[in-house]
C-alpha cells in the first residue's frame, strides 16, 4: 500500500557560516502492506515529520520514489491526495466551530453532496463517540476529544491510508488508549495507517510493524516482536539458593550452562544470581532447568524478561531513546 525507495529531503541550514543543508531524511526505502498500522518509531529530529509530510504530498522529496495506494507520489500527487487522509501533530481544528459543523465542511470541501456529507458526519460522530459533545464548539473539548475528531476528519471522505503524525502526544493515558482504539477500530474496517510516534510503548502495543529512524535513516524494522528476538533474544534471570556457598553454587551453575546452545552470553550477578541471553527464554527455560538439575542446582526463582524496543534502539545506534 505504501513502497518508497531513496526517498529524501534536505533543507537549507540555518548555520550562516556556510551554504550547508540539513538531511533531514537521506533515502528512506519503506513498504507498507495493505490493512496494518505502521509505526515510524524515532526520537525528536529523526525525521518522522518530514518523511510523513512527503508521503501526504505536503512538502515535495528531493529525491527516490514513492508509490501510495496505487498511485505515484512524484508524478500523480493530486492522485495520491485523494487517496489518503492525514492528520497532523496539532490537529487543524478551528475553535469556534463545531464538531459537527467541522465534519460536514471537511466531507464538501472533497466534493462530497450535501445529504452524503451529513450521513457521513452522523456515521463518524457516533463510530468515534463524539455525540455528546458534537454541537459544542471544538474550544471546549478536551485533548483527547479533539484527537478524536481530528481522525474522523482524517478520515471522512473514506481514504484507503492514514498518515497520523505523533497522535498521542500530550493525552493523558485514558485518552492515549481511546485513540489506540479508534486506531485499530480503523484497522479492522480495512484501513492502512501509518503513524509516527516517539513513545516505545506505543509503537509496542499498537503497531503491526515499525521501521526505527535515526538521522534521517532507517535503523531497523519489522514487527515488534522480530525486531526485539532478533536484536538482543530474550534475558533469563536465574536467582540460585542464598547463604553459605552461594558463590561456589553460582559458579557451578554457570559452567554447567556456559555450553548449552541456545546461549549467547551470560553473566554472573551478585553472589546467587545469573543473567542469561538467550534466543528463545521460553524454550530455554525448560533445557536450562534440566542441566541445572542434572548438576544438583535447584534454582530458587527463574525470571523470564523481555527485551523492549529501547534496547534494539540501543543496539542499533549506541543510544537509549528513553533518555534521549
Ligand atoms: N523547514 C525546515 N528547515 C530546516 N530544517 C528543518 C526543517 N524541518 C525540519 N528540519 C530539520 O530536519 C530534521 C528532521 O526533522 P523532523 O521534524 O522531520 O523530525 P521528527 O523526527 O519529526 O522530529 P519531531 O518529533 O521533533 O517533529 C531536524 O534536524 C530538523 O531540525
Same mark, same amino acid.
Given at each position: 500500500?505504501?513502497?518508497?525507495?531513496?526517498?529524501?529531503?534536505?533543507?537549507?541550514?540555518?548555520?550562516?557560516?556556510?551554504?550547508?543543508?540539513?538531511?533531514?531524511?537521506?533515502?528512506?526505502?519503506?513498504?507498507?502492506?495493505?490493512?496494518?498500522?505502521?509505526?515510524?518509531?524515532?526520537?525528536?529530529?529523526?525525521?518522522?515529520?518530514?518523511?510523513?509530510?512527503?508521503?501526504?504530498?505536503?512538502?515535495?522529496?528531493?529525491?527516490?520514489?514513492?508509490?501510495?495506494?496505487?498511485?505515484?507520489?512524484?508524478?500523480?500527487?493530486?492522485?495520491?491526495?485523494?487517496?489518503?487522509?492525514?492528520?497532523?501533530?496539532?490537529?487543524?481544528?478551528?475553535?469556534?466551530?463545531?464538531?459537527?459543523?467541522?465534519?460536514?465542511?471537511?466531507?464538501?470541501?472533497?466534493?462530497?453532496?450535501?445529504?452524503?456529507?451529513?450521513?457521513?458526519?452522523? !456515521?463518524?460522530?457516533?463510530?468515534?463517540?463524539?455525540?455528546?459533545?458534537?454541537?459544542?464548539?471544538?474550544?471546549?473539548?478536551?485533548?483527547?476529544?479533539?484527537?478524536?475528531?481530528?481522525?474522523?476528519?482524517?478520515?471522512?471522505?473514506?481514504?484507503?491510508?492514514?498518515?497520523?503524525?505523533?497522535?498521542?502526544?500530550?493525552?493523558?493515558?485514558?485518552? $492515549?488508549?481511546?485513540?489506540? !482504539?479508534?486506531?485499530?477500530?480503523?484497522?479492522?474496517?480495512?484501513?492502512?495507517?501509518?503513524?509516527?510516534?516517539?513513545?516505545?510503548?506505543?509503537?509496542?502495543?499498537?503497531?503491526?510493524?515499525?521501521?526505527?529512524?535515526?538521522? &534521517? &535513516?532507517?535503523?531497523?524494522?519489522?514487527?515488534?516482536?522480530?525486531?526485539?528476538?532478533?536484536?538482543?533474544?530474550?534475558?533469563?534471570?536465574?536467582?540460585?539458593?542464598?547463604?553459605?556457598?552461594?558463590?561456589?553454587?553460582?559458579?557451578?551453575?554457570?559452567?554447567?550452562? $556456559?555450553?548449552?546452545?541456545?546461549?549467547?552470553?551470560?553473566?554472573?550477578?551478585?553472589?546467587?544470581?545469573?543473567?542469561?541471553?538467550?534466543?528463545?527464554?521460553?524454550?530455554?527455560?525448560?533445557?536450562?532447568?534440566?542441566?541445572?538439575?542434572?548438576?544438583?542446582?535447584?534454582?530458587?526463582?527463574?525470571?523470564?524478561?523481555?527485551?523492549?524496543? !529501547?534496547?534494539?534502539?540501543?543496539?542499533?545506534?549506541?543510544?537509549?531513546?528513553?533518555?534521549?
Amino acid at each position: 500500500m505504501i513502497e518508497t525507495k531513496g526517498l529524501r529531503k534536505s533543507y537549507p541550514s540555518r548555520k550562516r557560516s556556510k551554504a550547508a543543508t540539513v538531511d533531514a531524511v537521506r533515502g528512506i526505502d519503506l513498504s507498507v502492506a495493505a490493512g496494518e498500522i505502521f509505526g515510524f518509531l524515532g526520537p525528536n529530529g529523526a525525521g518522522k515529520t518530514t518523511t510523513l509530510r512527503m508521503l501526504a504530498t505536503l512538502i515535495r522529496p528531493d529525491g527516490g520514489a514513492a508509490r501510495i495506494a496505487g498511485a505515484d507520489l512524484l508524478t500523480d500527487p493530486g492522485e495520491v491526495r485523494r487517496r489518503i487522509g492525514y492528520v497532523a501533530q496539532g490537529g487543524g481544528t478551528a475553535d469556534a466551530v463545531s464538531a459537527r459543523e467541522e465534519l460536514v465542511l471537511q466531507a464538501r470541501m472533497y466534493g462530497i453532496g450535501r445529504a452524503e456529507a451529513r450521513q457521513r458526519t452522523e !456515521d463518524a460522530v457516533k463510530s468515534f463517540d463524539l455525540t455528546e459533545f458534537a454541537d459544542r464548539p471544538c474550544s471546549s473539548y478536551s485533548g483527547g476529544q479533539r484527537r478524536r475528531l481530528d481522525i474522523a476528519l482524517g478520515v471522512i471522505h473514506g481514504p484507503s491510508v492514514l498518515f497520523l503524525d505523533e497522535p498521542t502526544v500530550g493525552l493523558d493515558p485514558p485518552s $492515549r488508549s481511546q485513540v489506540w !482504539d479508534e486506531i485499530r477500530r480503523l484497522r479492522t474496517e480495512g484501513m492502512t495507517v501509518f503513524v509516527t510516534t516517539h513513545y516505545l510503548d506505543e509503537a509496542d502495543a499498537l503497531c503491526d510493524r515499525i521501521a526505527i529512524i535515526d538521522h &534521517g &535513516g532507517t535503523v531497523a524494522e519489522g514487527t515488534p516482536e522480530e525486531l526485539k528476538r532478533e536484536i538482543a533474544g530474550d534475558v533469563v534471570l536465574v536467582g540460585l539458593e542464598l547463604g553459605d556457598g552461594a558463590a561456589d553454587r553460582s559458579q557451578r551453575a554457570a559452567d554447567a550452562l $556456559r555450553a548449552e546452545p541456545y546461549l549467547h552470553r551470560l553473566e554472573l550477578q551478585g553472589e546467587d544470581g545469573l543473567r542469561l541471553y538467550v534466543e528463545n527464554g521460553a524454550a530455554a527455560i525448560p533445557q536450562l532447568l534440566r542441566t541445572l538439575e542434572g548438576a544438583g542446582l535447584a534454582p530458587g526463582t527463574v525470571q523470564l524478561q523481555r527485551p523492549s524496543l !529501547d534496547d534494539v534502539f540501543l543496539a542499533r545506534t549506541g543510544r537509549s531513546l528513553e533518555q534521549d
